[in-house]
C-alpha cells in the first residue's frame, strides 16, 4: 500500500529555514517522479516542484533560488529544504507521487512569521 | 504559464442529481506524445487531495464510476451522475503537460 508521511513543518520568523521531509513507503522514491504542492490557508492548490526520475527537477517561480528538492534513496524519504522563507510561503505542504500526483501524504503546516 | 479556469466555482446540489464541472486551459494540453495530461483532484474537508481522474478520462482504482472525466484540448469536463453525500468538497482540474504544472481555483460542491 503506498503510503507518504509529511513531517518537518512549523512556525519559523521571515528570513528563516526549514527542512520538510516526505518519507515514503508502498514504492521507491528512486524509481519515481515526486511533486510537491501547497496550499495557503483557505486558498486552492499550488504546485511548487517536481523531481523527475533521472534527478531534473523544476520549481515555480516564486520558489527558484530559496528552495531545493533532494532525496534520500537510501531512507526512501524525499526532502524539500526552505530557505529564506517570506510570509507568502506560509501553507499545508504536501508531497505527491510521480508527476501526476496519484497518491499524496497529509501535509505538514509551515507558519512564516514574526 | 497555462491558466486552467473551472466553473462554476461553487455548486449547490441536490443528492442523486448530477453535477458537472468545467475545466479550460489557456493552450492545447495534447503532449507532444500524444497524450493529454489533464487530472481531477477532490478534497474533502479537512483532508488531504485525492486524485479521481487522470489523463482526461481515466478514473483512479477504487473511484466510484458516477464520476467521469471528458474532454480534449482545452475544454474538460468532471460530471458526477448522481451526487451523494461524501462527494462534498472541493474539486480541482491541474494540467501535467506543460511547467509550471497549473491547478483550476477549484469549485466547491455543497448538497442543496
Known amino acids: 500500500e503506498v503510503h507518504l508521511l509529511e513531517s518537518g513543518g512549523g512556525l519559523v520568523q521571515p528570513g528563516g529555514s526549514l527542512r520538510l521531509s516526505c518519507a515514503v513507503s508502498?514504492?521507491?522514491?528512486?524509481?519515481?517522479?515526486m511533486t510537491w504542492v501547497r496550499q495557503a490557508p483557505g486558498k486552492g492548490l499550488d504546485w511548487v516542484s517536481s523531481?523527475?526520475?533521472?534527478?531534473?527537477?523544476n520549481y515555480t517561480d516564486s520558489v527558484k533560488g530559496r528552495f531545493t528538492v533532494s532525496r534520500d534513496n537510501s531512507k526512501n524519504t524525499l526532502y524539500l529544504q526552505m530557505n529564506s522563507l517570506r510570509p507568502e510561503d506560509t501553507a499545508i505542504y504536501f508531497c505527491?507521487?510521480?508527476?501526476?500526483?496519484?497518491?499524496w501524504g497529509q501535509g505538514t503546516l509551515v507558519t512564516v512569521s514574526s | 504559464d497555462v491558466v486552467m479556469t473551472q466553473s462554476p466555482l461553487s455548486l449547490a446540489v441536490t443528492l442523486g442529481q448530477p453535477a458537472s464541472i468545467s475545466c479550460r486551459s489557456s493552450?492545447?494540453?495534447?503532449?507532444?506524445?500524444?497524450?493529454?495530461?489533464l487530472n481531477w483532484f477532490q478534497q474533502r474537508p479537512g483532508q488531504s487531495p485525492r486524485r479521481l481522474i487522470y489523463?482526461?478520462?481515466n478514473r483512479d482504482s477504487g473511484v466510484p464510476d458516477r464520476f467521469s472525466g471528458s474532454g480534449s484540448g482545452t475544454d474538460f469536463t468532471l460530471k458526477i451522475s448522481r451526487v451523494e453525500a461524501e462527494d462534498v468538497g472541493v474539486f480541482y482540474c491541474?494540467?501535467?503537460?506543460?511547467?509550471?504544472?497549473?491547478f483550476g481555483q477549484g469549485t466547491k460542491v455543497e448538497i442543496k
Open positions: 493552450q492545447s494540453l495534447v503532449s507532444s506524445d500524444g497524450n493529454t495530461y
Open positions: 491541474m494540467q501535467v503537460t506543460h511547467w509550471p504544472r497549473t
Open positions: 508502498g514504492f521507491t522514491i528512486s524509481s519515481s517522479a
Open positions: 523531481i523527475a526520475t533521472p534527478g531534473y527537477i
Open positions: 505527491a507521487k510521480d508527476m501526476q500526483a496519484s497518491y
Open positions: 489523463k482526461v478520462s
